[in-house]
């Protein structure tokens, strides 16, 4: 295709890639360090913290984000400064009932989860919460205007300072306290909400009194995007909320060791995700819903490609790579990472179908499957992890995850006759024509 070629696309691309590499490694790189240098219980009070702050940048981002981003890029000079002007309003409305959401739940979750230190980390977190309502305003902006260069160098100043942190106080041998990691989120917070605004500024034009046309606007269309979102990221943490309130924050830690090794597998998973939605996008509108059953398998099975041997790998040196990436005191997980290392092979299915139902004009149907999904998974995990413990956990959410798949894709066999058993296929034939590109290579060295 002309745009592959193009330099546009392929900086694009590449600083795209290079800002979702980044942020995998320096957070793989947090990980190993503090899961060496904090307790099992300290651990386990952070991963809480993270999936809690999580859920709020996600709030923030799915209200202020998608709506801005589609609304402005086609709109006139004074209409962006209108749809600017109602976006950070909006934007500020979001994160002041965030912060008061914070705190309120800072006391009741510290008790929930037997974590006193909890309640000052996230009295601390709603500083972090407030810088963050420029960060996420000014990388909303360089979306719009495709600046993919500034929000690469942006969110690398706020996760590489950060990262840079903890690798020096693990390096001069310096007691780290949780609070002190907040701390030092919220520094480089605004440095990097400094360093973005250098990117925007001629961009940042707010008006006086924001345009209440705008602002319904743009919340209406966010509504559905929200919920959707919301839901699921609270369905992702939901085995560790409930592993903090029914066991302890130990377990927590124990689990998230094994689950940790997942995040490899989202590199390509979302990567290729954000090719083929707008791909896929365009195929609906020029040959109908059923031209993108080919793009939905096909993508599936590169994905699955893969996860296969991926999953292989984890699950026969299991015990080395705990060992590896979390320390001999973590072993408890190589059962664990057996269970949950199979969601390699799942979670394909389970981000493209929302995502296909999104592309197809269904947002009301995949927001339903995942409430629904998400009622089963807390029941299931519930369940098992009263009656088995910390691997009822693993247990629980493979198959409330498998359920959820089996219900979208009926969906999905009867609105764009999707066959799931074709990504395999799929799969077989990526390692046919690897296979076929390797030999060919070979060949031709040997006649050179």
């Given at each position: 295709?002309?745009?592959?070629?193009?330099?546009?696309?392929?900086?694009?691309?590449?600083?795209?890639?290079?800002?979702?590499?980044?942020?995998?490694?320096?957070?793989?790189?947090?990980?190993?360090?503090?899961?060496?240098?904090?307790?099992?219980?300290?651990?386990?009070?952070?991963?809480?913290f993270v999936s809690i702050s999580a859920l709020v940048e996600m709030t923030r981002s799915t209200f202020v984000q998608s709506a801005f981003v589609k609304f402005s890029v086609a709109s006139d000079e004074k209409e962006y400064s209108e749809i600017l002007s109602a976006s950070f309003m909006l934007n500020v409305f979001i994160t002041s009932i965030l912060i008061v959401l914070l705190v309120l739940l800072a006391g009741m979750l510290s008790n929930l989860w037997k974590t006193p230190e909890l309640t000052n980390i996230m009295y601390v977190y709603t500083m972090v919460t407030f810088s963050y309502i420029f960060f996420t305003q000014f990388i909303v902006i360089m979306q719009a205007k495709f600046n993919f260069k500034g929000i690469f160098?942006?969110?690398?100043?706020?996760?590489?300072?950060?990262f840079l942190f903890v690798l020096i106080c693990w390096l001069l041998q310096l007691k780290v306290f949780l609070i002190y990691l907040v701390f030092s989120q919220l520094v480089f917070a605004i440095l990097a909400s400094g360093?973005?605004?250098?990117?925007?500024?001629?961009?940042?034009?707010?008006?006086?009194?924001?345009?209440?046309?705008?602002?319904k606007k743009l919340f209406r269309y966010s509504k559905y995007v929200f919920g959707t979102t919301m839901i699921s990221n609270i369905s992702n943490s939901m085995d560790k909320f409930l592993l903090g309130g029914i066991l302890n924050t130990a377990e927590v830690a124990i689990f998230n060791s094994a689950t940790r090794i997942l995040n490899m597998i989202d590199v390509p998973l979302f990567t290729i995700s954000t090719i083929v939605f707008p791909k896929s996008a365009e195929r609906i509108k020029t040959e109908g819903p059923k031209a993108i059953k080919y793009l939905y398998e096909r993508s599936i099975g590169l994905i699955l490609a893969m996860a296969i041997p991926f999953t292989i790998v984890c699950f026969v040196f299991a015990e080395q790579i705990i060992l590896i990436i979390a320390g001999k005191d973590y072993l408890d997980a190589v059962p664990i990472l057996r269970v949950v290392i199979f969601l390699s092979i799942l979670k394909p299915f389970d981000r493209q179908s929302g995502s296909f139902l999104d592309v197809i004009g269904k947002p009301n149907i995949n927001f339903i499957t995942v409430l629904i999904n998400f009622v089963l998974a807390v029941g299931i995990l519930y369940v098992m992890l009263?009656?088995?413990?910390?691997?009822?956990?693993?247990?629980?959410?493979?198959?409330?995850?498998?359920?959820?798949?089996?219900?979208?894709?009926?969906?999905?066999?009867?609105?764009?006759?999707?066959?799931?058993?074709?990504?395999?296929?799929?799969?077989?034939?990526?390692?046919?024509?690897?296979?076929?590109?390797i030999k060919a290579r070979l060949t031709k060295n040997k006649g050179e």
């Open positions: 295709m002309k745009f592959a070629k193009d330099p546009y696309w392929m900086k694009s691309g590449l600083y795209t890639l290079l800002n979702r590499v980044s942020d995998f490694i320096f957070g793989f790189i947090v990980f190993i360090i503090l899961v060496r240098i904090l307790t099992k219980e300290e651990f386990g009070t952070w991963v809480l160098y942006s969110q690398l100043l706020r996760t590489g300072g950060f360093l973005s605004y250098l990117f925007v500024k001629k961009h940042f034009r707010l008006n006086l009194y924001p345009n209440w046309k705008w602002v009263t009656y088995l413990g910390v691997i009822g956990a693993a247990y629980g959410i493979l198959l409330s995850t498998f359920i959820g798949i089996v219900v979208t894709h009926i969906i999905l066999y009867k609105l764009l006759n999707i066959n799931p058993f074709n990504t395999f296929i799929y799969a077989l034939h990526f390692y046919s024509e690897g296979m076929k590109q």
